[in-house]
Structures are given as structure tokens and as C-alpha cells.
């Protein structure tokens, strides 16, 4: 068996909660305890791709997805890590499910990177676990492809619906709202790398999955 789809031993220590917790612990840290922790926490975590060429400040490629920036970012970010995490840690095991989150969330950073720094934007701060959390969507649709999900609790959807929808929209703000200060790019690579990671990790094909062809 090759080394890239050997599985983990399957637990669930419900990590789900130490990463919401971790987000919430450093958010309310940058909010509460002055200027100077928001702004050391804002350049030591964010990832600013002038200062990774500069600096070599690598670890800002995982650490971005911990800083957010104002409470509805962070907010809505833990309750869809919370209403969609929780499941497919559970189906996939936590191991499984963190080795997910930090490949998809990293490489989402590193792509990201790149498009900044390359159309001009090297100044420009990433934060949030957005990319990260839009795979998370991904891989709640491909896991529970029969699951209904409700939008603003109150339009039904298919799980993979939502999630196609999600990337339709992503695609066109990308083009049309570029200065929005929302990392659209960074949320369709989550949902690409997302994507490959199934192939690659699983031998899944997620459009099999999300089109009913199993």
C-alpha cells in the first residue's frame, strides 16, 4: 500500500473543539489585551507574503488560518467548522481529519501567496481559516452526499448543491470583487486542494460522489 493512502489508526479526540477553541482563544487575545498583542499577533500569524520573502516567516503559511479579523469572520467561521466539522471528523477519524485541515488550509495559504505577490498585493494580509473550512465543506458533501442542509435555516438544499453553489459564487466574486478584502481565490483553493486530496489520499472521485455516481 503506498505511503500516501495508508490510514490512521481511527479515533475521534474531538479535535473540532481544540481548533475552535484555539481560533476563539487567540481572537479574543488580539481584541481584549490592547494594540500592541493585536498588533504583534496580526504580523506574527497573518500570513504577508513581502515579509515571508523577507523574513522566511514560513510558519505564517499555517498559522494565518488561527487570526481573524473582526468578530463576524471568526464567528462564522467556527459555526460552519462546528455545524460541518464535527461530522466529518467523525466519519473520517481525527487524525485523518486534522491531516485534511492543515494540508488543505496550508496549501490554500501557499497558492494565495502567490497570487498576491504576483498581481501586485505583497503588503496584503491573509487571515482566517476560510480555505481550510470551505475543503471542510467540500468533504462534509462527498462524505454525506444524501444530507440536506439548510440555508439560513430555512431553504433546503442537497449537501452537494450547496457546495457547487458555493463554488459558482466564489468563482465570480474572485473576478468581480478582487478589492473586496475577501480572499475568494484562497476559498476556491481550498475547495481544489480539497478536491485532489480525495483523489490522491482516498482514490475518491469527488464528482462521482457529489453527482450520485458512487
Known sequence: ??????????????????????????????????????????????????????YKW?????????MHGSFTH???NMLGLFIFG??????????????YYFVTGTLAGIFSFFVYYYTGNPVIALMG??????????????LFPGSIVYIWGILPLRAPVM??????????????ARNSGV??????????????????RFGISPLRRLTGKR
Do not use: C
Open 1 to 54: 500500500m503506498s505511503i500516501l493512502r495508508k490510514p490512521f489508526r481511527y479515533n475521534n479526540f474531538h479535535a473540532v473543539y481544540w481548533l475552535i477553541g484555539i481560533n476563539l482563544i487567540i481572537f479574543a487575545a488580539a481584541q481584549f489585551l490592547g494594540d500592541r498583542v493585536n498588533y504583534f499577533l496580526t504580523v506574527y500569524l497573518s500570513m504577508i507574503p513581502v515579509i515571508v520573502i523577507e
Open 58 to 66: 514560513v510558519w505564517t503559511f499555517i498559522t494565518y488560518m488561527f
Open 74 to 76: 471568526v464567528f462564522f
Open 86 to 99: 464535527i461530522h466529518v471528523e467523525k466519519q473520517m477519524g481525527s487524525k485523518e481529519f486534522l491531516l
Open 129 to 142: 481559516a476560510s480555505g481550510a473550512l470551505f475543503a471542510v465543506l467540500l468533504a462534509y458533501a462527498i
Open 163 to 176: 457546495v457547487l453553489g458555493y463554488t459558482a459564487l466564489e468563482l465570480i466574486f474572485s473576478i468581480t
Open 183 to 200: 480572499a475568494h481565490l484562497t476559498h476556491l483553493a481550498g475547495f481544489a486542494f480539497g478536491w485532489l486530496y480525495f483523489i490522491t
